[in-house]
């Protein structure tokens, strides 16, 4: 195994000393946060969006705790803050919600999926101005319940409007390439893309906003109606949306549906006919499972993955210890396109280390509104627990916390101290489990041979990050790795954006592909109407289209 920077031991009475100075002093009380980011707690969703209206709430409540840690128990231990309280949906109000999707899809005679495209496209615009118009209470709320900086909140809200407004343009173009007729073997034809009926989406908490958002606006674009179901980390901030929801489209169109308890009854309804989920395989595999005809559901799924960086002898250090960073460490590792393992070639191994440790010391540790703040405390109940847990099985089976020294691996509550762990090897969980937290494997390998056999082998293949200055090496790397994963990420960290850009995987890491367009095709079916080129057949459909009695065969071209 190569040389590395001696670390300092990693006891664990080490862990159970003071805390670090990274981690000293992070928490406070309410009234010692700058009044301009405060949150008037609690947030008390009290009205949900059932059949196009925000109707009162009178059930049972699940409250929603913040990571930022305001209070204190006898004990003198810092405790999550309870920011606020969503409905907590019995079977009976998930399938009213679901009722009331359904009676809006009208088995495809509906308002909406009947409704014109340029209509559609108005309607949501006009949500897209009413959206707009809650942007702080919004990002206020992303950055209590989850955790993300100020910044990032921002840039998740911001995201999130261009990508509605690029999709819209993108169905334009979809729109316009279907307003011609084909004639092929004395048949013509109009082909148009048509919805598939009711959706349920669900996303994830690291994206509450932009990733579910990346499912629903395109679900309701193509004319589908969709019961939406928050993340349970995220639910608050959807509060603002549903009501633009309420005030922007037709009735039924979206309701809203709390709770994960609530999704088996949906599912075994069999009234779903796609399903659109971001999280893991296993619960995907759950939820799928329940559907009683799973051959008529449509799945669209951004799943598991570990996507590996290899760092070859001639990569430029400085840039790809800053992007294994950033790769690693965004969100505090939070991300399904995270880098969750780096491949070290031995000859540069301890260069590597030795920067990357410096680098990792100047990140700072801190809440989500404080200026330079890198690392942010995790919303997830005991992640703090599981990411110690791998490492201790990693410090047990000879790996070594590089950055032990600058308290590498230390947490405090639900606050932790970015881990790189030095010395990874198959037999360590963190080899093969996706970690989401921050923690930076490093692997050394002497032949390119060893990551890309992880690669095959893996049972994920979303991307992976290739370091390097030869184009010979990063060629004979690209063929085979192209048959393996669906983002090959040369000089960079792997990443979704831009939008535009295809976003899948392969194996266990997706099912379908996400962008602008190729959402729009994921959430519709190609349907045609077709006749033999004859006169009767052609003065039938003139005739349609001059008197404009269908929206389906049309020649209206948008602008």
């Given at each position: 195994?190569?040389?590395?920077?001696?670390?300092?031991?990693?006891?664990?009475?080490?862990?159970?000393?003071?805390?670090?100075?990274?981690?000293?002093?992070?928490?406070?009380?309410?009234?010692?946060?700058?009044?301009?980011?405060?949150?008037?707690?609690?947030?008390?969703?009290?009205?949900?969006?059932?059949?196009?209206?925000?109707?009162?709430?009178?059930?049972?409540?699940?409250?929603?705790?913040?990571?930022?840690?305001?209070?204190?128990?006898?004990?003198?231990?810092?405790?999550?803050?309870?920011?606020?309280?969503?409905?907590?949906?019995?079977?009976?109000?998930?399938?009213?919600?679901?009722?009331?999707?359904?009676?809006?899809?009208?088995?495809?005679?509906?308002?909406?999926?009947?409704?014109?495209?340029?209509?559609?496209?108005?309607?949501?615009?006009?949500?897209?101005?009413?959206?707009?118009?809650?942007?702080?209470?919004?990002?206020?709320?992303?950055?209590?319940?989850?955790?993300?900086?100020?910044?990032?909140a921002e840039k998740e809200f911001d995201r999130t409007i261009k990508y509605i407004k690029d999709t819209l343009d993108a169905l334009k173009e979809t729109d316009r390439a279907s307003s011609r007729f084909q004639i092929e073997d004395g048949i013509f034809a109009q082909i148009r893309r048509a919805p598939l009926g009711v959706c349920l989406c669900m996303g994830p908490f690291n994206y509450p906003l932009n990733e579910t958002f990346?499912?629903?606006?395109?679900?309701?674009?193509?004319?589908?109606?969709?019961?939406?179901?928050?993340?349970?980390?995220?639910?608050?901030?959807?509060?603002?949306?549903?009501?633009?929801?309420?005030?922007?489209?037709?009735?039924?169109?979206?309701?809203?549906?709390?709770?994960?308890?609530?999704?088996?009854?949906?599912?075994?309804?069999?009234?779903?006919?796609?399903?659109?989920?971001?999280?893991?395989?296993?619960?995907?595999?759950?939820?799928?499972?329940?559907?009683?005809?799973?051959?008529?559901?449509?799945?669209?799924?951004?799943?598991?993955?570990?996507?590996?960086?290899?760092?070859?002898?001639?990569?430029?250090?400085?840039?790809?210890?800053?992007?294994?960073?950033?790769?690693?460490?965004?969100?505090?590792?939070?991300?399904?396109?995270?880098?969750?393992?780096?491949?070290?070639?031995?000859?540069?191994?301890a260069q590597f280390c030795q920067r990357i440790v410096e680098e990792v010391d100047k990140l700072k540790v801190g809440l989500p509104w404080t200026e330079g703040t890198n690392i942010t405390p995790m919303p997830e109940a005991d992640k703090c627990k599981r990411m110690r847990e791998l490492i201790d099985d990693a410090l047990a089976k000879g790996a070594q916390i590089l950055n032990a020294e600058q308290g590498g691996g230390q947490c405090v509550e639900t606050a932790m101290v970015p881990a790189i762990l030095f010395g990874v090897t198959p037999a360590m969980r963190i080899f093969h489990e996706e970690q989401f937290g921050p923690i930076v494997p490093i692997a050394v390998y002497n032949s390119v041979q060893t990551p890309l056999d992880f690669i095959r082998e893996s049972p994920f293949g979303q991307q992976m990050s290739i370091f390097g200055a030869n184009p010979t090496e990063i060629a004979h790397l690209v063929d085979p790795l192209a048959n393996q994963v669906c983002r090959i990420n040369l000089n960079s960290q792997c990443q979704r954006g831009p939008d535009t850009f295809p976003f899948t995987g392969r194996k266990d890491s997706a099912e379908q592909t996400l962008s602008v367009s190729d959402a729009l095709r994921c959430f519709s079916i190609r349907t045609l109407v077709a006749a033999k080129h004859n006169p009767l057949n052609i003065q039938i459909v003139q005739t349609i289209l001059h008197n404009r009695q269908s929206t389906f065969l049309s020649t209206d071209f948008l602008l």
């Open positions: 195994m190569a040389s590395a920077p001696a670390p300092a031991p990693a006891t664990a009475q080490a862990q159970a000393a003071a805390p670090h100075s990274k981690l000293a002093h992070l928490y406070c009380s309410m009234d010692q946060i700058p009044e301009k980011y405060r949150l008037a707690i609690p947030v008390i969703q009290d009205r949900y969006l059932l059949n196009g209206a925000m109707v009162p709430w009178s059930g049972a409540y699940d409250n929603v705790n913040s990571p930022i840690c305001t209070s204190q128990d006898a004990s003198g231990k810092w405790i999550p803050t309870l920011i606020g309280k969503v409905p907590s949906f019995t079977e009976r109000d998930a399938m009213a919600a679901l009722d009331s999707c359904e009676r809006a899809w009208d088995s495809g005679r509906g308002l909406w999926p009947t409704m014109p495209v340029a209509k559609r496209i108005e309607v949501m615009e006009n949500f897209t101005a009413l959206m707009l118009q809650r942007r702080e209470e919004v990002v206020r709320l992303i950055v209590w319940e989850i955790c993300k900086t100020r910044p990032d990346t499912t629903l606006i395109p679900a309701l674009l193509m004319g589908n109606t969709c019961v939406f179901k928050p993340s349970k980390l995220g639910s608050l901030l959807q509060g603002p949306i549903l009501d633009c929801f309420s005030r922007a489209l037709p009735a039924g169109v979206v309701n809203v549906v709390y709770g994960r308890s609530c999704v088996a009854p949906i599912m075994k309804s069999g009234k779903i006919n796609c399903l659109a989920f971001i999280g893991s395989s296993k619960v995907s595999d759950t939820i799928r499972k329940d559907h009683p005809t799973p051959h008529r559901l449509r799945c669209v799924l951004g799943l598991d993955a570990k996507n590996p960086a290899i760092i070859l002898p001639c990569a430029d250090l400085d840039m790809a210890v800053k992007e294994c960073i950033l790769g690693a460490l965004s969100f505090n590792g939070q991300r399904c396109t995270a880098l969750k393992l780096l491949f070290v070639h031995q000859i540069i191994a």
